[in-house]
């Protein structure tokens, strides 16, 4: 892990109960599916013996690197700045959980805008406009200022085309925000991200897609650009999915060629992660896995995925995922019993061999499938009495004498 001021003060409790103080593992029983198979959700999270935490380390490393880079740009940092940024992207820099350190220092960086946007305070927005641009003026030939100027471009872009379309939709912000992507593509066409070897840049180039008109023709040369860079970013793969997800009620066939493509691409390095990532967007997304799934390759993608990092994180997205559908595919009935076998099978890997801490943050469903998912696994020993605990790399049981 990397150490950050900021994450010297944060407190970690590793002590023999099973969870946090500050959590509370309950149940809630609102989503529909959960139901367990002679036991309920409080049976199974009462045997739990494992550490439980709502947030996990990977994730609090990755806020303590925003609010570090967020404080140096508050206290006008900026010569230090752009050179970590530099360094940062340029040396493929991973923290923990597989993220790449360049975005993190730059969402750290435009943190304050990226808050007001948030909250609908165009005033502000537009005001951390006016500092970038004041940045970019004396570091004109500095590829990290031109990439903070287009992203706080394309950031306020994508938040007022969201205005554009949402209920109360004003076209005075359809034709605000085709200015500022014209002006971030203006900035970027300065630099060459293959040139300047740069992942920061390829993706910068790819997030203005969404405010391009001939973005379905751009976008998988960008993408590829990107991948070439740095194929072991994940955020590629998540951002072209979503780019390429079908819309309600229309064919996911082109998706799934994208997916497959995808994995053909970085596969030498990344094994099939690309195309679980691919539909780990799909399932965020829309709530459910797109009918073109291929549960195999899923299974394949999960793994490698998580092996790549061997962090928990990841572990705890997985199995997250593998929950989800699984749930899904027991509500469909008998008629999907082959796909209910295959996740299971997969799930049953990952709580076994992968998962040795929970980190709620990530369970769509929180405790209910948490419950679920233990109970999907570990059923037949928690219903003699058994317990949930770490064993090697994964959880195991352990059932007491009679």
């Known amino acids: 892990m990397l150490i950050t001021p900021a994450l010297l003060h944060v407190k970690t409790h590793t002590g ?13 029983g609102v989503a529909e599916g959960y139901a367990l198979d ?44 752009l050179e ?24 750290g960086i435009r943190g304050r805008l990226l808050s007001a946007l948030e909250a609908g305070d165009m005033a502000e927005a537009e005001a951390e406009i006016r500092r970038f641009e004041a940045v970019h003026s004396l570091h004109v030939e500095n590829y990290a200022a031109t990439h903070l100027l287009a992203q706080a471009m394309i950031d306020l872009g994508t938040a007022k085309l969201d205005l554009a379309q949402g209920f109360d939709a004003d076209a005075r912000f359809a034709t605000e925000a085709t200015a500022h992507f014209d002006a971030a593509e ?23 897609l969404p405010g391009l008109e001939d973005a379905k023709s751009l976008c998988s040369d ?11 970013d994940a955020l590629a793969h998540a951002a072209h999915a979503r780019m390429l997800l079908p819309a309600p009620g229309m064919s996911s066939a082109g ?52 092996s790549a990092t061997d962090c928990q994180h990841r572990a705890n997205v997985a ?16 008629a999907a019993t082959y796909q209910l076998t295959k996740v299971r099978a997969a799930l049953s890997d990952v709580l076994w061999n ?34 949930i605990q770490r064993a090697g790399s994964g959880l195991g049981t352990r059932v007491p004498r009679t």
């Open 16 to 28: 023999r109960g099973r969870q946090e103080t500050a959590v509370r593992l309950e149940a809630r």
């Open 38 to 81: 002679g036991l309920t959700a409080e049976d199974v999270l009462a045997r739990l013996d494992v550490p439980v935490m709502y947030r996990g380390p990977e994730a609090t490393e990755w806020q303590c690197i925003r609010a570090d880079h967020g404080a140096m740009a508050d206290a006008g940092e900026w010569t230090d700045l």
């Open 84 to 107: 970590a940024l530099r360094f940062a992207d340029q040396d493929r820099t991973m923290v923990s959980g597989g993220y790449r350190m360049a975005p993190l220092i730059s969402e």
């Open 186 to 208: 203006a900035l970027l066409a300065q630099f060459d991200p293959i040139e300047e070897m740069s992942p920061l840049l390829a993706a910068t180039r790819y997030n203005l």
């Open 222 to 232: 960008w993408y590829e650009d990107w991948c070439d860079l740095d194929p072991e």
């Open 255 to 306: 998706f799934e060629r994208a997916a497959r493509k995808a994995t053909a691409l970085t596969g030498q390095i990344t094994g099939k992660a690309a195309y679980a990532i691919f539909h780990l967007t799909a399932v965020e997304r829309r709530g459910t896995a797109l009918p073109s799934l291929d549960l195999v390759l899923l299974a394949q993608g999960l793994m490698d995925f998580q």
């Open 319 to 334: 199995a997250n995922l593998l929950t989800e559908l699984l749930r899904d595919y027991r509500l469909a009935g008998p």
């Open 354 to 387: 992968r998962l040795r801490e929970v980190h709620l943050e990530s369970w769509t469903h929180g405790a209910d499938s948490l419950a679920f998912a233990l109970g999907e696994v570990f059923g037949p020993a928690l219903r003699k009495g058994g317990r």
